[in-house]
């Protein structure tokens, strides 16, 4: 069964701090990979989609790469702003399922 | 593009009554979604379909959870008869394909409270 874990469960930073989520599955046979953001609430907005041939994606500040050897993904986010605040979720599929499973989220403060 | 549209936003019922829950997703869009969040975790899928048709549904708890997509556009999800540990925001999506392959756009979600 595929698990997602996301590190660190809160993050907290000052305003223009380039930082980084972190992402791993337990099934390193990850298909496609998307990253969202969850505003308090509402639902959640994709960011970034890796697709299978892909290792990386980029739009504006974010910037988000998938390590497929290690089942490892990572989201940059230059310049942070206290807009940036919110929850960030990933979630993957496996090849052969149909089915995208979500980590538990990071919570990020921005801070001005 | 109009987003994905969910009604109610918010319901409070008592334990083993029942509630439905209605979803009209981006227009085209093939593939619809239903997810369950509770509170501190992430989305788990509880059925995906793909137009009419179930392609997954192994989360859904079927002696009290049903849906169905009508015509391959609208779609309910109903809980009969509701339990405590079904509070959680109940969220629908749609994408263009499916397996992942275009991204998902969610509704706001319904915030369903069993007392």
């Known amino acids: 069964k595929q698990e997602v874990t996301q590190i660190p469960a809160a993050l907290s930073v000052p305003e223009g701090e380039n930082l980084v989520l972190n992402c791993s599955f337990t099934?390193?046979?990850?298909?496609?990979l998307q990253w969202f953001r969850q505003d308090p609430g509402k639902g959640l907005t994709s960011l970034l989609l890796?697709?299978?041939?892909?290792r990386e994606q980029t739009s504006g500040r974010l910037n988000a790469s998938l390590d497929k050897s290690s089942g490892r993904s990572t989201l940059y986010i230059a310049a942070s702003q206290p807009g940036d605040s919110a929850t960030y979720l990933c979630a993957g599929t496996q090849g052969g399922s149909e089915k995208l499973v979500f980590g538990k989220g990071t919570k990020l403060t921005v801070n001005p | 593009e109009a987003g994905v549209a969910q009604s109610p936003r918010y319901k409070i019922i008592e334990k083993r009554q029942s509630v439905a829950f209605w979803c009209n997703p981006i227009s085209g869009h093939a593939t619809l979604y239903w997810y369950q969040q509770i509170l501190g975790q992430g989305p788990k899928l509880l059925i995906q379909f793909q137009n009419n048709g179930v392609v997954d549904d192994s989360q859904l708890p079927k002696d009290r959870f049903s849906a169905e997509r009508l015509k391959g556009v609208d779609s309910t999800l109903k809980i009969q008869p509701a339990k405590l540990e079904d509070s959680a925001v109940y969220l629908c999506?749609?994408?263009?394909?499916?397996?992942?392959?275009?991204?998902?756009?969610f509704g706001n979600g319904t915030r369903l409270t069993v007392t």
């Open positions: 999506a749609s994408s263009a394909q499916g397996r992942g392959n275009s991204p998902l756009h």
């Open positions: 099934d390193s046979a990850i298909y496609n």
């Open positions: 890796i697709q299978s041939s892909q």
